[in-house]
């Protein structure tokens, strides 16, 4: 099983570019999730699909922020343009069901590290 | 307001020793709550999930209890070795398509 593949693992950008990070998820599973982890936040969901469908974006920082699950195999977290307050670990995780009360387990990436200068 | 704190913030053991790791929660209502090990430059990794009617869950070395009344819940780490040196971060989840509840975890250290 090969996991929550991301990449790029490590991204230095400038300020105003846009920055695009990608994920696979687990094959079968049908939830998938972005995290930001920082070190004074800690980890904070930005957004949440359900079998392609974004369910819960409410965590999405503002309108550079952007997410895409074309199909049941890969999505993107795209900012732009990028901001030196976006630095930080980037995962994405998925599991399979998506009800939280089925206590499925949720597996996540090695993270995109991300830094803005 | 939801919220999930761990105590304590970072903590050093001497290799073999055990140690537990506490984790408060007011999440409400409340579906299961989880514990990560995350590594350094790692993702977390999942130790164990507890609903509501469980009160201890064990993963080898790693035993996990929950007393959903006082909505408090501990990680016990038994015989310690340097690869448990990580962050443990617990996760409190409520029913349906609800965000999960991190805390900021605790940073263990082991020691040789």
């Known amino acids: 099983d090969a ?17 695009t990070l990608r994920c696979k998820p ?28 974004p369910i819960d974006d ?3 920082p503002e309108d550079r922020f952007s997410a895409k699950m074309p199909n049941a195999s ?20 998925s599991s399979s069901g998506g009800d939280w009360s089925s206590g499925n387990t949720i597996y996540f990436g090695e993270g995109s590290w991300l830094t803005v200068v | 307001k939801n919220q999930v704190e761990q105590s304590p913030q970072s903590l050093i053991i001497l290799e073999g020793k055990n140690c537990t790791l506490q984790c408060n929660y007011t999440v409400s209502p409340f579906s299961n709550l989880r514990w990560y090990k995350q590594d350094t430059g790692r993702g977390p990794v999942s130790l164990t999930i507890m609903t509501f009617s469980e009160n201890t869950k064990s993963n080898g070395r790693y035993t996990a209890t929950l007393d ?14 340097l690869s448990d040196s990580a962050s443990y971060i ?3 989840s409520r029913p349906g ?11 263990l250290l082991v020691s040789p």
């Open chain 1, 3 to 19: 996991g929550v593949i991301q990449s790029p693992r490590h991204e230095v950008t400038e300020m105003g570019q846009e920055v």
């Open chain 1, 26 to 53: 687990i094959s079968g599973h049908n939830s998938l999730f972005w995290y930001r982890q920082t070190m004074m936040r800690g980890l904070e969901l930005l957004i949440y699909f359900n079998n392609n469908v």
């Open chain 1, 58 to 60: 409410s965590g999405m």
């Open chain 1, 74 to 93: 890969f999505s993107t977290l795209k900012i732009q343009p990028s901001e030196p307050r976006d630095s930080a670990v980037y995962f994405c995780a």
């Open chain 2, 68 to 81: 959903a009344d006082t909505k408090q819940s501990s990680l016990h780490i038994t015989a310690s070795q």
């Open chain 2, 90 to 92: 617990c996760v409190v």
């Open chain 2, 97 to 107: 398509f609800q965000k999960l509840v991190f805390g900021t975890g605790t940073r």
